[in-house]
């Protein structure tokens, strides 16, 4: 993973005991979800509703992450085309 070997060398040039091969190894090994990506949707004028079933204003908040890596994102859309 091109990703996982940057990474490694942005940590190793600023911490030089850091193991140089550390998360693409942990990657290319793993037998659990290895990345993911994030969007959060962007912020409102209003204040986040409180309860109900239909309350998404927080879903991506207190959460347990098994993954390696996690990248944020904007949004993108793209038509049937990929355009």
Same mark, same amino acid.
């Given at each position: 993973? *091109?990703?996982?070997? @940057?990474? /490694?060398?942005?940590? +190793? *040039?600023?911490? &030089?005991?850091? %193991? &140089?091969? =550390?998360?693409?190894?942990?990657? =290319?090994? *793993? ?5 993911? @990506?994030?969007?959060? +949707?962007?912020?409102?004028?209003? &204040?986040?509703?409180?309860?109900? /079933? /239909?309350? +998404?204003?927080d879903?991506c908040?207190?959460? %347990?992450?098994? $993954? *390696?890596?996690? $990248? @944020? ?5 793209? %038509?049937?085309? %990929?355009q």
């Open positions: 993973c *091109s990703l996982a070997k @940057l990474c /490694d060398e942005y940590v +190793f *040039s600023q911490c &030089p005991t850091y %193991n &140089p091969t =550390q998360i693409h190894t942990v990657l =290319q090994h *793993s037998l659990c979800c290895k990345a993911r @990506l994030l969007h959060y +949707f962007p912020t409102t004028q209003q &204040p986040p509703s409180k309860g109900g /079933d /239909d309350d +998404f204003s879903w908040g207190w959460h %347990n992450d098994h $993954g *390696s890596l996690t $990248g @944020l994102i904007p949004a993108m859309y793209l %038509n049937a085309q %990929n």
